[in-house]
């Protein structure tokens, strides 16, 4: 059984730069996709992009040139950093494993990182 | 992007009944359209894939319908466990979700 968690500050200041990790347990970063999702308090989730093991990424255009997404293989960890955070990029931020294909889908989640920015 | 609205957004049952909710996309997605479960403070969890397609280790209860740009999730009976809130995702494209409906105790 996959295990994802999530990790990292949770409180920030306008214009600092969030960064959350996410260990994965159970299996292997290699070979699959992982992407970060975010859910704003009382709105829906939202798509922040996604990483392939060998690097390659793709990201929501609307995010786009704040987010930055990495991988380690060797500590079987994918990571996420969003620059210059405002109020509105307070939420629950979620890594997931991204089925990609024919059945494309989110089937592994971890319990989710709140983060609040606030000055 | 493509456009998820999902009704209702609030649903009041109980236990036993037969439920079924809705998701509309603002353009066909084929069938490439996935539900979710999410209880309060979890991550949601896939129900269904591609429409239809039920996730390993989801009771049967549980079933998807459609294609282009309607779709149903139905639970065919209502059990204490399934008061959640469901969302829609369709993954035609850049990865979108609906608003969510609430699945409430009556």
């Known amino acids: 059984q996959v295990h994802l968690q999530e990790s990292g500050p949770g409180l920030l200041k306008p214009s600092e730069t969030l960064s959350l990790t996410c260990t994965v347990s159970?299996?292997?970063?290699?070979?699959?996709?992982w992407s970060w999702i975010r859910q704003p308090p009382g709105r829906r989730l939202e798509w922040l992009g996604y990483?392939?093991?060998?690097?390659?990424?793709n990201y929501n255009p609307s995010l786009k040139s704040r987010v930055t997404i990495s991988v380690d293989t060797s500590k079987n960890q994918f990571s996420l950093k969003l620059s210059s955070v405002t109020a509105a990029d307070t939420a629950v931020y979620y890594c997931?494993?991204?089925?990609?294909?024919?059945?494309?889908?989110?089937?592994?989640w971890g319990q989710g990182a709140l983060v609040t920015v606030s000055s | 992007d493509i456009q998820m609205t999902q009704s209702p957004s609030s649903l009041s049952a109980s236990v036993g009944d037969r439920v079924t909710i809705t998701c509309r996309s603002s353009q066909s997605i084929s069938g490439y359209l996935n539900w979710y479960q999410q209880k309060p403070g979890k991550a949601p969890q896939l129900l269904i894939y591609v429409a239809s397609s039920l996730q390993s280790g989801v009771p049967s209860r549980f079933s998807g319908s459609g294609s282009g740009t309607d779709f149903t999730l139905t639970i065919s009976s209502l059990q204490p466990e399934d008061f959640a809130t469901y969302y829609c995702?369709?993954?035609?494209?850049?990865?979108?979700f609906g608003q969510g409906t609430r699945l409430e105790f009556k």
């Open positions: 997931a494993r991204h089925r990609l294909g024919a059945t494309t889908n989110f089937d592994y």
């Open positions: 990483i392939y093991y060998s690097g390659s990424t």
């Open positions: 159970g299996g292997s970063v290699s070979g699959n996709y």
């Open positions: 995702q369709q993954s035609y494209s850049i990865p979108t």
